[in-house]
């Protein structure tokens, strides 16, 4: 069974500050998306990343693939009030690409 | 162009009873897959669904099930609703091709009483 586990679980910063969060695993995946969801809501698509190695941009969002395919970073620089809410890594494999879920990062940005 | 919808949005439901959750893809991907999601937790896979055959089954009992119309909607049935099935069920939808990328819909809140 392929597990990702996220961490922190729950992170409460400041507007300015600067995060970082984490997605590990022992499995190689094809790829990684991160996504951010909203209470009530379906998960919004933020990046996939395919190639080991790989850094792609979002405004203030960094993420970072892993040399191995097998972890993940999401990097937040100057943080907003906007940013809150729950951030999950997924990491995709098998010939359905089904996607294994970590259990989430829960981001408070406050003003 | 619309995104994924779901219907319906929240339901209630008694021990026992037999739900049907409805999905409409985006226009052009013809892959859909079912998640559940536990309050706290991330989205568990249940089903992928391509050109109305069965691509993926994750681990949940048999009283759950699938099926993709030839529009590429699909319906999930769970039979003999369990307390423990409360739940957001979340439907995706993807263009099977480079990527493989998967958008959600809003959801179905299902709450079994």
């Known amino acids: 069974t392929q597990l990702l586990e996220q961490s922190p679980q729950f992170l409460s910063i400041q507007e300015g500050e600067n995060l970082t969060v984490y997605c590990n695993s022992s499995s190689v995946f094809s790829s990684l998306q991160w996504y951010r969801q909203e209470p009530g809501e379906g998960p919004v698509l933020l990046v996939t990343?395919?190639?080991?190695?790989e850094v792609k941009k979002l405004k203030r969002l960094t993420f970072q693939f892993g040399d191995a395919r097998k972890d993940s970073s999401l990097h937040i620089t100057a943080a907003q009030p906007g940013d809150t809410g729950l951030y999950l890594c997924a990491g995709s494999s098998g010939s359905a690409r089904q996607l294994t879920f970590g259990s989430g990062t829960q981001l408070t940005v406050l003003p | 162009d619309a995104g994924v919808t779901q219907s319906p949005t929240h339901l209630i439901k008694t021990r026992g009873q037999q739900v049907t959750l409805r999905c409409s893809p985006i226009s052009g991907h013809k892959s859909v897959s079912w998640y559940q999601q536990v309050l706290g937790q991330g989205p568990q896979f249940i089903f992928q669904y391509y050109e109305k055959e069965e691509r993926g089954r994750g681990n949940f009992p048999d009283r759950f099930s699938a099926r993709q119309f030839p529009n590429y909607s699909s319906e999930l049935n769970v039979n003999a609703l369990l307390l423990g099935d409360s739940a957001l069920y979340l439907c995706?939808?993807?263009?099977?091709?480079?990527?493989?990328?998967?958008?959600f819909g809003p959801g179905t809140r299902l709450t079994v009483t």
């Open positions: 995706a939808s993807s263009f099977v091709g480079e990527g493989y990328e998967q958008y």
């Open positions: 990343v395919v190639t080991g190695g």
